[in-house]
């Protein structure tokens, strides 16, 4: 197994083991493969419970979006003036959400807290 292929490796374990710790459901990925969305638009939403486990403000989603680009499986999108705060979903992203077909299964407070630390102490 090669460096890259081990980089891999653990980059789409530790996206898998995050998308199981954030707020969205499958569905939510489901929709980026349509169109793309911004952390506002997805907290105005009516069908905002059927994409998310829990309710959250623009704020907390915009965090958890910065997250997923930061993992690797959300990028933003760009139009004629540079970024915008849509994302979409990367290829990456895809590949993950090949493990499950269904819906996301949850984590358990143990990897949460894990993660939790991760994103908010990267270095611990």
Same mark, same amino acid.
């Given at each position: 197994?090669?460096?890259?292929?081990?980089?891999? *490796?653990?980059? =789409? &374990?530790? +996206?898998?083991?995050? #998308?199981?710790? !954030?707020?969205?459901? /499958?569905?939510?990925?489901?929709?980026?493969?349509?169109?793309?969305?911004?952390?506002?638009?997805?907290?105005?939403?009516?069908?905002?419970?059927?994409?998310?486990?829990?309710?959250?403000? *623009?704020?907390? =989603? &915009?965090? +958890?979006?910065?997250? #997923?680009?930061? !993992?690797?499986?959300? /990028?933003?999108?760009?139009?004629?003036?540079?970024?915008?705060?849509?994302?979409?979903?990367?290829?990456?992203?895809?590949?993950?959400?090949?493990?499950?077909?269904?819906?996301?299964?949850? *984590?358990?407070?143990?990897?949460?807290?894990?993660?939790? #630390?991760?994103?908010?102490?990267?270095?611990?």
């Amino acid at each position: 197994m090669s460096v890259s292929d081990l980089s891999d *490796a653990c980059a =789409l &374990e530790r +996206a898998r083991l995050n #998308l199981r710790c !954030l707020p969205f459901r /499958r569905a939510f990925y489901g929709a980026l493969g349509d169109v793309a969305l911004s952390s506002t638009e997805l907290a105005g939403r009516v069908d905002a419970d059927g994409l998310l486990f829990r309710q959250a403000s *623009a704020d907390q =989603l &915009e965090d +958890a979006f910065i997250w #997923l680009i930061r !993992l690797g499986v959300l /990028r933003r999108e760009v139009d004629g003036q540079g970024l915008t705060e849509r994302v979409r979903l990367t290829p990456l992203g895809r590949q993950v959400l090949e493990r499950w077909p269904g819906e996301i299964p949850r *984590a358990g407070v143990q990897a949460r807290v894990r993660c939790w #630390l991760q994103r908010h102490w990267p270095r611990l």
